[in-house]
């Protein structure tokens, strides 16, 4: 076994594939050997993420079938819905001591995969070799809901806003700036995928709202529940603290957190517990780009490597 964990990357050329070379290159444990994009093929990897410490390193756009030959402990695969799931015999011809996280929705609901939100799942290190990870909207909605799940009465409603960064980097109208100037647009008002993710995570029902602003990364969620018996805001707030005491990177506050607070960090913020009689309204705010995904797929490596590298689970996870 390496001292280091050998990395790569297919779809390095996203938001989100930016986030992670930085991440990984800032990792005391881990080295990106390899980062695939057929847009920024033969350039140096510098030259687009000027933070990147290997000023040598190259993007490549071979096959995707060519990963099978590289020498690779980790394969993050940060490509738009629907392309990995093409691949799925090949992800599965990967030897079970190699370790695969999926960042698209296409393996979320597959029992072949490990599904792990990490601060709230129990991931089987032994057998933790494909793993997906949780989308942006459906994180900050598990988080915000978990605490409360045996409180709830009925079905809670989660209106979220977005940045623009959660539409990719393909043009369409929901990236354009043109159209979101001082602008506020709705989208797949009923059935989107992160509903159907935060209700099977929770065991819950739920309904989402999505919606896409004007600012480019951050996610804010409204989330509205009727509970079984009236509680006070400060019994709210402890019992959300008490909940996440061990998880370094959630904040509890009794203020209404901000999308400001969060971009460019690792953070989750809960609050604003606001409650009358049996009506309760809270906030949750991340960044979707960090720990709406990039952040958490590091956190599922160093989750599923443990212990074979004495990691933790924000090893490499600095503000």
């Keep these: 076994m390496s001292d280091i964990i050998q990395t790569a990357i297919i779809g390095a050329r996203g938001y989100v594939g930016f986030e992670l070379i930085q991440l990984i290159d800032k990792h005391p444990m881990t080295k990106l050997i390899a980062a695939y994009s057929r847009e920024y093929n033969g350039k140096k990897i510098c030259e687009i993420v000027p933070e990147f410490s290997n000023k040598e390193l190259k993007y490549r756009a071979d096959e995707i079938e060519s990963v099978v030959n590289l020498d690779a402990d980790v394969l993050f695969l940060a490509l738009p819905n629907n392309i990995a799931a093409k691949y799925n015999n090949l992800w599965k011809q990967f030897s079970a001591d190699k370790i695969i996280i ?21 991931l089987n290190a032994n057998s933790a070799n494909l ?21 709830i009465k009925g079905t809670p ?91 370094d990177l959630i904040n509890i506050s009794a203020e209404i957190p901000q999308v400001q607070s969060v971009q460019n960090t690792h953070n989750v913020n809960i609050g604003g517990f606001s409650v009358d009689n049996n009506h309760l309204v809270l906030c949750v705010t991340i960044d979707n780009l960090l720990k709406g995904a990039a952040t958490q797929a590091i ?21």
């Design 102 to 122: 999926d960042l698209s929705s296409d393996f979320r609901f597959d029992n072949d995969w490990q599904y792990c939100q990490p601060e709230t799942c129990t």
């Design 131 to 151: 793993i997906a990870n949780p989308g942006c909207y459906a994180t900050a909605g598990q988080l915000g809901l978990l605490p409360l799940k045996d409180f």
């Design 157 to 247: 409603n989660i209106f979220g806003v977005s940045g623009y960064s959660g539409a990719g980097s393909k043009p369409c109208d929901n990236n354009n700036p043109e159209k979101l100037k001082d602008n506020l647009m709705a989208y797949k008002l009923s059935g989107h995928i992160h509903e159907k993710e935060i209700s099977q995570a929770l065991g819950l029902k739920v309904n989402f709202m999505p919606h896409v602003a004007e600012f480019f990364r951050g996610i804010h969620l409204t989330i509205s529940v009727e509970l079984k018996s009236a509680l006070r805001p400060e019994d709210v707030f402890q019992m959300y603290s008490k909940f996440y005491k061990e998880a």
């Design 299 to 319: 956190q599922n490596m160093n989750l599923a490597l443990k212990k074979r590298y004495n990691l933790q689970i924000n090893t490499g996870i600095t503000q």
